[in-house]
Every structure is written in structure tokens, then in C-alpha cells.
């Protein structure tokens, strides 16, 4: 049983994956890392049941649950919204609000070919839940670089040499679902092959405290 909820003020929107819950809820006025454990709170007790585990970083800082190394989450917000995804396997997701990506910034983590494909916005979601999905560190999403085979989205990598120059690595496949809601785009990278097509209304009346 996995799912993607997705929270507004007023309803709840719901998505079936495999072994995946993924919430978004309203940041609210509450300091973001703190909404984020709440809905993570939200997100383990509903799903899994009990209280939250101790929560432990990675030395390049991807949280864990040391005791169940079998769980895994992924938090991000935006200027409006927190997303959590928790799973059975390994999970990075990111979410943004609608803003405008300055030319430098585009110059910074996305190409032209890329551009071609994808929306600014879009790259920046796609990138960072990958990034957030492997733990790695925030540059490494300049070295990044995204193309379509067959309708898939494939993952290289610019890997800097000795002598300045730079060699291109294909990265082992992993599998995106991006998702529109409230203005928002949101990403989600999993090695889970089937991400759902689409997102069903559920009316669950849900009030949480982000």
C-alpha cells in the first residue's frame, strides 16, 4: 500500500503507489522544519502506526530512521507548501512554488538541450529529488543533466577530471513522477519503476496543526 496525499485547506487528494506514501500540506506560518517533522509525524503514524523513530543524518545530511532501516522519507517546502514521502525504499522528493528563475540561475544547474524538454521550474524539481534520493549534495544538481529515451527520463553526470576537463557518466536508472497541485510542481525519484498516472480526489477531512 503506498500513496500520495496531497492537503489543501479544504480536501485531500489521493494517489496509490507501490509501498509509497507521499503528503503535502500548507506551510502555514510554522517555521518549515518544524512542519515538515509534523507531517512526517502525520505521515508515520498514519501509515505505519506509533510514534515518530529518532531521526539521524547522513554525513552529507540525508535524515534516516537508524532503527528501521527499512523506512525511508524525503522532506522538502516551498514558500507555501510541505512535502513529505515515506517508503519502503529509498526516496527523494522536492517541491516549489511558482517563481522566476533568474537567467543566472538557469545557467547554473540547467542547459539548453534541457530546456528543450523541460520548464525551469520542472528541472529544479526533477534534479533536487534525485539529489535528495541518492544524498548528495545540493551542487551536485549543476553536474546534472536530463534527457528523454523513450519517454523516460535518463540521469547524466558531468564528472570533473584531473586536468580540468569533464567526462560524461550515465547514472544508474531511477524512475521520476512529477505532480502539479495548488500552483505547485512537485517531483518524486524512486527506484520503484510504476509511479501512478493519476491523482484521485478523496474527501478524508483532514485539520493538522503545520
Known amino acids: 500500500m503506498t500513496c500520495l496525499i496531497v492537503y489543501s485547506i479544504i480536501n485531500v487528494l489521493l494517489i496509490r503507489w507501490k509501498e509509497m506514501v507521499v503528503f503535502v500540506a500548507p506551510r502555514g506560518e510554522r517555521n518549515a522544519s518544524e512542519a515538515a517533522i509534523s507531517l512526517l509525524e502525520h505521515a508515520y503514524r498514519t501509515e505505519l502506526g506509533g510514534e515518530l523513530p529518532e531521526i ?5 545530511g540525508k535524515p534516516y530512521f537508524p532503527g528501521f ?12 507548501h510541505i512535502l513529505c514521502a515515506l517508503s519502503g525504499s529509498p526516496v527523494g522528493c522536492d517541491i516549489e512554488s511558482p517563481r522566476e528563475i533568474t ?4 545557467r547554473y544547474f540547467c542547459s ?9 521550474l520542472e528541472l529544479w524539481v526533477l534534479k533536487e529529488s534525485y539529489v535528495k534520493l541518492l544524498g548528495l549534495t545540493i551542487a551536485t544538481i549543476r553536474n546534472l ?3 528523454l529515451e523513450d519517454s ?9 577530471q584531473g586536468d580540468g576537463s569533464y567526462v560524461i557518466e ?3 536508472p531511477v524512475f521520476f513522477k512529477l505532480y502539479r497541485m495548488d500552483g505547485c510542481i512537485a517531483s518524486v525519484c524512486s527506484f520503484d519503476e510504476h509511479p501512478p498516472p493519476d491523482i484521485e480526489s478523496a474527501d478524508l477531512n483532514f485539520h493538522a496543526e503545520i
Open 56 to 60: 539521524k543524518r547522513m554525513p552529507l
Open 69 to 80: 532501516p527499512d523506512t525511508h522519507f524525503s522532506l522538502s517546502h516551498s514558500a507555501t
Open 103 to 106: 537567467e543566472l540561475a538557469l
Open 112 to 120: 539548453p538541450d534541457e530546456l528543450k524538454l523541460f520548464e525551469p
Open 145 to 147: 543533466l536530463l534527457s
Open 152 to 160: 523516460k527520463i535518463v540521469v547524466t553526470e558531468r564528472i570533473r
Open 170 to 172: 550515465k547514472c544508474p
